[in-house]
């Protein structure tokens, strides 16, 4: 089974600050959510661990499974935000505010990564990793969880891309024995 969770909160989470790449780590509330997410998986032996670079990913994965040592894969790092990074979401341009509005049908703006890039990331990084029947807990971001989830459901036609991922969000899914994955169901 794989476990797919986003990271707990950080201090730009909280204050609404478009964090894309930049190295935060968990505030005193995503610790918390962290703490609440192992509890509801303390029931989960995880045979392996994987997460993105980013501090608050690590720690959360760290949270979650203590005893093993998090495989850090950059395929699982958020979405680049270029020129947008630390942008103020109270107040947002409005280029980001469209693509915000309907993911689907409006392209990233110019300096940021495509959503097509995020997806064939996370589907060379379930190929790579996920080709297993043993539980894998996988420690990531919002879009790039978004990116992971739109692979997974190749039918969606984009339905995760507007879905809100909170954080310490949890989905699963499993290899197929025909070598596809079930339908992420959120725990």
């Not at 954080?167 to 079930?182: E, F, H, I, Q, R």
Request: net charge negative; with cysteine; glycine share 6%.
């Amino acid at each position: 089974m794989i476990y797919i969770i986003r990271h707990g909160q950080t201090e730009l989470n909280n204050r609404q600050v478009l964090q894309g790449r930049s190295d935060h780590p968990l505030n005193e509330v995503g610790a918390r959510q962290a703490e609440k997410a192992a509890e509801k998986l303390q029931a989960v032996s995880f045979d392996t661990v994987y997460t993105s670079p980013l501090i608050r990913a690590i720690q959360t994965a760290r949270i979650i499974a203590p005893d093993l040592d998090p495989v850090i894969d950059d395929r699982l790092i958020e979405m680049d935000y270029g020129p947008y990074e630390g942008m103020d979401l109270h107040d947002p341009a409005p280029e980001v505010l469209t693509f915000f509005r309907d993911f689907v049908h409006n392209p990233a703006p110019e300096g940021m990564e495509q959503l097509d890039s995020v997806v064939d990331r996370a589907g060379a990084f379930l190929r790579d990793r996920c080709i297993t029947d043993s539980n894998i807990l996988i420690s990531t971001h919002a879009i790039a969880m978004k990116g992971i989830l739109e692979y997974l459901t190749p039918d969606s036609r984009g339905r995760y891309w507007s879905k809100n991922i909170g954080n310490c969000a949890v989905y699963t899914t499993k290899l197929l024995p025909d070598g596809t994955w079930s339908v992420p169901v959120e725990l």
